[in-house]
């Protein structure tokens, strides 16, 4: 079996090292998050206002 945990210099688990990747993960999980809800909202007003027709904004006489 293959040993892939970090350890630190005085051969304990690198905790920081974990709890930075876990970081890393988290911010990468509400980025991606972030960016399907900004989507989900420009989607949901684009069809909102999909139906509804502009005025001229010219003056009618």
Same mark, same amino acid.
């Given at each position: 079996m293959?040993?892939?945990?970090?350890?630190? %210099?005085?051969?304990n688990l690198d #905790?920081?090292y974990?709890?930075e990747? $876990?970081?890393e993960?988290r911010?990468?999980?509400?980025a991606?998050l972030?960016?399907k %809800?900004?989507?989900?909202?420009? #989607?949901?007003?684009?069809k909102?206002t $999909?139906?509804?027709?502009l005025k001229?904004?010219?003056?009618?006489?």
């Amino acid at each position: 079996m293959k040993n892939d945990l970090k350890y630190d %210099a005085f051969g304990n688990l690198d #905790a920081d090292y974990y709890v930075e990747k $876990a970081y890393e993960l988290r911010r990468a999980y509400y980025a991606e998050l972030t960016k399907k %809800a900004v989507a989900s909202i420009k #989607a949901f007003f684009a069809k909102l206002t $999909a139906g509804r027709t502009l005025k001229s904004a010219q003056p009618q006489h």
